[in-house]
């Protein structure tokens, strides 16, 4: 049994809710809450402005302790200015990367927060992935060059960008999926910097993976979409889920070596389930389509391992069967 304030923000992180969910969560939370034990939560696992907007709903924040939800309100409007002052900046990046013809598509927040959570603020994300191909690399990263970025890793003690070595960058592309991170400083105090992920694989190279996906099988089933914030290509919604599901596997299977990963227990934050769950209520899935591109590709192990765990935080959303 999951602990009273671990129930209120597992309710609370959807952007749907039965009648029964609703009344459960107006339950819950009449009792006595340990709220600083419900902030952590709510910040390890990155569903502030989710859990935020189900209690506003309830119109239950008067119940939240006041400290907390001051706390929380910040959190939320912070979100909110960064993610439109990364929409706004992005928007030159892939308007770019459509002008040079690069194939790419557009992976988790950018486009999650925006067309699946239906509210720049709702989802948060530190960074911006798009996924290309590698033999585009160069090509990419002389896009981002010409837009003021450059290869390093940020020093959170004073703001700045600590270059990386010819050797890290080497070790990156050869036993990961990525290359070094990209990142902007700016002059915004709200919005110190920009960062950006370079993602070549859909798989992580190391740890001893044994699966490997064709990117370009990938981006050849690229979409583009829009709406009043930005027009970027990304994957069809079968494509997508594959893609979430991939991720979440690789970062809680083969990143767990990782101190800083340990440190902050990153493998298996909720907003990794809350991002299937979240786009899979929003549109209808062919799950058949699911079924033959995990045959395909072999990825039966890490597509059964994040969907049934979904299932089990977020039950029966995924049809019994296709578990």
Not at 3 to 22: D, G, M, R
Not at 153 to 168: F, G, L, Y
Not at 193 to 206: E, G, H, R
Not at 235 to 248: A, K, N, T
Request: charged share 25%; glycine share 2%; with cysteine.
């Amino acid at each position: 049994m999951i602990s009273k304030e671990a129930q209120i923000v597992l309710l609370c992180s959807s952007t749907q809710h039965t009648q029964k969910e609703l009344d459960l969560i107006q339950k819950i939370v009449s009792v006595e809450v340990d709220w600083g034990k419900f902030l952590y939560l709510c910040t390890h696992h990155r569903v502030i402005p989710l859990v935020w907007r189900t209690l506003s709903k309830l119109s239950l924040l008067d119940i939240v302790e006041n400290h907390v939800r001051r706390v929380m309100k910040n959190v939320v409007d912070s979100i909110a200015y960064q993610n439109n002052k990364v929409y706004q900046e992005m928007k030159s990046i892939v308007e770019e990367l459509h002008y040079q013809k690069i194939p790419y598509v557009a992976l988790k927040g950018l486009y999650l927060s925006s067309f699946i959570y239906g509210d720049v603020s709702l989802r948060q994300f530190g960074d911006v992935d798009f996924l290309v191909d590698e033999a585009d690399l160069d090509r990419v990263t002389g896009v981002l060059i010409k837009y003021g970025y450059e290869q390093g890793k940020i020093n959170v003690n004073n703001n700045t960008i600590k270059p990386v070595s010819r050797q890290e960058k080497l070790h990156r592309r050869i036993n990961t999926h990525e290359i070094v991170e990209f990142v902007k400083l700016t002059d915004d105090p709200l919005c110190p910097y920009y960062m950006i992920d370079v993602n070549f694989s859909l798989t992580w190279k190391a740890g001893g993976s044994d699966y490997s996906l064709a990117t370009s099988d990938f981006l050849k089933t690229a979409i583009q979409v829009k709406n009043e914030l930005i027009e970027i290509n990304v994957l069809p919604y079968e494509y997508q889920i594959i893609q979430l599901c991939m991720h979440l596997y690789s970062e809680a299977v083969y990143f767990c070596w990782h101190t800083n990963w340990m440190r902050d227990k990153s493998d298996l934050n909720l907003i990794k389930f809350c991002d299937i769950h979240e786009l899979v209520k929003q549109y209808p899935v062919d799950w058949n389509k699911i079924l033959l591109i995990t045959e395909k590709h072999k990825i039966h192990k890490p597509v059964y391992y994040s969907l049934y765990l979904t299932n089990e935080l977020f039950p029966n959303f995924i049809p019994k069967d296709i578990i």
